[in-house]
């Protein structure tokens, strides 16, 4: 026995009732062999107990463990390193048949034994290397984006719950997965919706703010036009009141020269009238001269002188009376000259009054139509600066467009990088509740 204790202490008790009823393989190993071991090594190894003891445990072995050396170098390390350490715990693979075996062993020094005496503990873990295998497959393929992946195959009672624990987890990665999948190509579709519209958007601003600004510089243009307008209305508004005064001053120089037109009518009449007097005075002295020459004949010889001077007095009578009568016509004619420069003068000033009339109104029109240029020219100044703001606005509005649609080109890209993130899990396809219709794919052992 590997217990030698004679009395049945507490710490023997308790060594015995492992020895006899742990499932696990106790085994007692000295000069290189197993010299003892507990029931549950005949079912560790699969082999009765005459079969094991004064065997090496290379003989139950792999020919290579782990790390690919051969299994014989590694059982004088081990038990040389739990000599040292006080245990020493490893990996162990073994044959049991045709079948390798993983075990986990522990090496415990007993020195009262032999020095190179060890108990060692065995624990199959073919169960819990089904579990590592399933799970490792499992999880291998949850890492490589299948989430359709299940552990069908049961574990054993132990491990039963880390199976329905994965399936649970896999079934909540799929339904999770399947949401930001269909989310991620919502958003995907939106965000390349947002791209279009933004770019479209940014299009027309751009059309826009480029129609406003060639708009600004048009009634920037036009506004200076008529200003321009406004300042020649203005001039000739002035010009037209110059004018004005000109006319009114013309009537008022029509109207003297028509009195004194006036006056030489008068004038002329009046020298008329002393033309007939001298008429009169030169047909009385040539009557007298006549009497005076009839008087002189009557006296002869005495009467010569007188009679000369008759003659005369006669020619210079009728030299008169034809002067005033060469006078008189030409008066006449002066006369109806002045005639008709009176009635001209007299046109001329209701002509003058209806042109400072018609000028009154002109005036009056130009001077309505300064007031409406100014106003104009104020008007188009105020929708010049409301078109400049707006044009200011435009181009501050198409720059925050231009970063928007960089944004949303960003945000496409984004969604079109999630997209594809996702698009690496096989997720079967979903219904409006989340349940899946496509098959799930089984692992260690199950079924597809």
Same mark, same amino acid.
């Given at each position: 026995?590997?217990?030698?204790?004679?009395?049945?202490?507490?710490?023997? @008790?308790?060594?015995?009732?492992?020895?006899?009823?742990?499932?696990?393989?106790?085994?007692?190993?000295?000069?290189?062999?197993?010299?003892?071991?507990?029931?549950?090594?005949?079912?560790?190894?699969?082999?009765?107990?005459?079969?094991?003891?004064?065997?090496?445990? =290379?003989?139950?072995? @792999?020919?290579?463990?782990?790390?690919?050396?051969?299994?014989?170098?590694?059982?004088?390390?081990?038990?040389?390193?739990?000599?040292?350490?006080?245990?020493?715990?490893? *990996?162990?693979?073994?044959?049991?048949?045709?079948?390798?075996?993983?075990?986990?062993?522990?090496?415990?020094?007993?020195?009262?034994?032999?020095?190179?005496?060890?108990? =060692?503990?065995?624990?199959?873990?073919?169960?819990?290397? @089904?579990?590592?295998?399933?799970?490792?497959?499992?999880?291998?393929?949850?890492?490589?984006?299948?989430?359709?992946?299940?552990?069908?195959?049961?574990?054993?009672?132990?491990?039963?719950?880390?199976?329905?624990?994965?399936?649970?987890?896999?079934?909540? !990665?799929?339904?999770? !997965?399947? *949401?930001?999948?269909?989310?991620?190509?919502?958003?995907?579709?939106?965000?390349?919706?947002? @791209?279009?519209?933004?770019?479209?958007?940014?299009?027309?601003?751009?059309?826009?703010?480029?129609?406003?600004? #060639?708009?600004?510089?048009?009634?920037?243009?036009?506004?200076?036009?008529?200003?321009?307008?406004?300042?020649?209305?203005?001039?000739?508004?002035?010009?037209?009141?110059?004018?004005?005064?000109?006319?009114?001053?013309?009537?008022?120089?029509?109207?003297?020269?028509?009195?004194?037109?006036?006056?030489?009518?008068?004038?002329?009449?009046?020298?008329?009238?002393?033309?007939?007097?001298?008429?009169?005075?030169?047909?009385?002295?040539?009557?007298?001269?006549?009497?005076?020459?009839?008087?002189?004949?009557?006296?002869?010889?005495?009467?010569?002188?007188?009679?000369?001077?008759?003659?005369?007095?006669?020619?210079?009578?009728?030299?008169?009376?034809?002067?005033?009568?060469?006078?008189?016509?030409?008066?006449?004619?002066?006369?109806?000259?002045?005639?008709?420069?009176? #009635?001209?003068?007299?046109?001329?000033?209701?002509?003058?009054?209806?042109?400072? #009339?018609? !000028?009154?109104?002109?005036?009056?029109?130009?001077?309505?139509?300064?007031?409406?240029?100014?106003?104009?020219?104020?008007?188009?100044?105020?929708?010049?600066?409301?078109?400049?703001?707006?044009?200011?606005?435009?181009?501050?509005?198409?720059?925050?467009?231009?970063?928007?649609?960089?944004?949303?080109?960003?945000?496409?890209?984004?969604?079109?990088?999630?997209?594809?993130?996702?698009?690496?899990?096989?997720?079967?396809?979903?219904?409006?509740?989340?349940?899946?219709?496509?098959?799930?794919?089984?692992?260690?052992?199950?079924?597809?």
């Amino acid at each position: 026995m590997i217990f030698r204790r004679s009395t049945t202490d507490l710490e023997t @008790r308790t060594a015995m009732a492992m020895y006899r009823h742990s499932p696990d393989a106790v085994l007692l190993l000295k000069g290189g062999a197993f010299v003892e071991c507990n029931p549950a090594a005949e079912q560790v190894y699969g082999l009765p107990r005459r079969d094991i003891i004064g065997q090496n445990p =290379v003989v139950f072995s @792999r020919a290579t463990q782990g790390d690919g050396r051969p299994s014989i170098e590694h059982v004088g390390e081990r038990v040389q390193q739990a000599i040292r350490d006080g245990h020493a715990r490893f *990996e162990w693979y073994n044959m049991r048949g045709a079948d390798e075996v993983r075990m986990l062993v522990t090496l415990i020094p007993i020195a009262d034994e032999a020095a190179d005496a060890v108990l =060692v503990q065995i624990q199959d873990l073919t169960n819990t290397g @089904r579990v590592v295998d399933a799970l490792t497959q499992g999880l291998s393929s949850l890492a490589a984006g299948d989430l359709n992946v299940r552990l069908d195959t049961p574990f054993s009672a132990e491990f039963e719950p880390l199976r329905a624990s994965f399936n649970t987890a896999a079934d909540t !990665m799929a339904q999770s !997965m399947a *949401e930001v999948t269909s989310v991620a190509a919502a958003l995907h579709n939106g965000c390349s919706d947002i @791209r279009q519209a933004s770019d479209d958007l940014s299009g027309r601003t751009e059309r826009q703010a480029a129609s406003l600004e #060639e708009s600004a510089a048009a009634i920037q243009e036009i506004t200076q036009n008529v200003r321009e307008a406004a300042t020649l209305v203005e001039t000739t508004e002035s010009i037209v009141a110059d004018t004005h005064r000109d006319a009114q001053s013309s009537v008022s120089v029509v109207e003297d020269t028509t009195q004194a037109m006036g006056g030489i009518e008068r004038a002329s009449k009046e020298i008329g009238d002393i033309i007939a007097v001298i008429d009169g005075i030169a047909f009385q002295t040539n009557l007298l001269a006549l009497n005076a020459g009839v008087e002189a004949a009557r006296a002869g010889d005495a009467g010569k002188g007188f009679a000369v001077v008759a003659s005369e007095v006669r020619a210079l009578a009728q030299r008169s009376a034809e002067a005033a009568k060469d006078v008189k016509a030409r008066v006449s004619a002066s006369t109806a000259q002045v005639d008709r420069g009176v #009635e001209l003068v007299a046109n001329t000033g209701v002509a003058l009054k209806r042109i400072t #009339e018609q !000028m009154d109104r002109i005036r009056s029109l130009i001077g309505n139509i300064a007031t409406s240029a100014r106003q104009q020219a104020d008007t188009l100044g105020q929708i010049n600066i409301a078109v400049g703001e707006m044009d200011s606005i435009t181009q501050h509005n198409a720059a925050m467009v231009e970063e928007t649609t960089a944004a949303a080109r960003s945000l496409a890209d984004e969604a079109a990088r999630l997209n594809d993130a996702v698009a690496v899990f096989r997720i079967g396809r979903a219904d409006l509740r989340g349940t899946y219709s496509a098959p799930l794919r089984m692992v260690a052992g199950g079924r597809r």
